[in-house]
Structures are given as C-alpha cells and as structure tokens.
C-alpha cells in the first residue's frame, strides 16, 4: 500500500461540481492499493499517520494531526500503484481490484476516524477535482507491506 501524503492549510475534493469532502489543517491522503495489500497494511498505515510529526512546534516536524487539531482529506489513488517501466504509458498490473481497493482504502480513513480524528473522503471510482494548499510545502510517500512500513 502507498500513500501519498501532504501537509495542507485546507483541500477539498469535488465530483461533478459537487463537494463531497473538504479539511482545513491536516493531512491529504492519497492511498494507493496495490495487489496483496490486506487489512493489515491499511491498519499499520493508518497508525503510522496518526503518530506522525510532521507539523511545526518547538522544531519544524514537532507536532501530531492530534496536537494541532488536524483531520484528514483521504482520496483513492489507483495511479500510486502504476508502473512507468516500460514504454510511455503507464501500466496499473499493481492495481488491486476495484472492489479490493475500496474496502481497503475505506479501512485507512475508518482506522484513522476511530481514534478520534476528523476524516473527510474523497468518491472512490470517480473523477474527482482535488484542490488543495500545500503547507510547506510538506509531501511525504509511506509504503507499507506485510503490515510493516518500508
């Protein structure tokens, strides 16, 4: 599982025109499930996002989601788990069924949520209009297999 992560002021994600997820202070969370992935690995991504200091306080990385009253904006994407090996089109063998992804991706913001922290998602399948402020900028890539991070 990868997950794409990036400190922001504020993100949003929209379909059709339509809002249907939107943090202020927080973590943007784009989640990549790659075949293989179990709960596991979405439960071990979840606790090492919920415990990471990535937000300024007596040092630059000092303070947790929880400390500055963060939520999370977590949005599905397939596009983490695709190759750019060969040729000029991206392959997506990695991918995991669409069905698979889903539950599991739901998992991480259901992981993350049951601790307490405020969780907004994105329209899983769906093309979705992401707008977000990246505060730093601050971008980080978690992997997680076999329920440890890499």
């Known amino acids: 599982m990868k997950t794409l992560i990036q400190r922001v002021s504020r993100a949003s994600v929209w379909v059709d025109g339509v809002l249907v997820g939107a943090i202020d202070r927080g973590l ?6 790659e075949k293989g992935d179990t709960e596991a690995d979405a439960d071990a991504t979840a606790r090492k996002i919920q415990r990471l200091r990535v937000f300024p306080g007596r040092t630059p990385m000092d303070e947790t989601l929880e400390d500055v009253g963060g ?4 949005v599905s994407q397939f596009t983490l788990a695709g190759s750019l090996k060969k040729g ?3 392959g997506f ?3 995991e069924d669409p069905a698979i992804a889903e539950r599991l991706y739901l998992r991480v913001a259901e992981q993350l949520a049951a601790v307490g922290l405020p969780v907004a998602t994105g329209s899983f399948g769906a093309m979705m209009d992401v707008q977000l402020t990246n505060d730093g900028p601050v971008t980080f890539l978690l992997e997680v297999q076999a329920g440890k991070v890499l």
Do not use: E, T
């Open 88 to 90: 000029n089109r991206p």
């Open 28 to 33: 943007l969370l784009f989640v990549g499930v």
């Open 93 to 95: 063998d990695k991918a």
């Open 71 to 74: 939520g999370c904006l977590v």
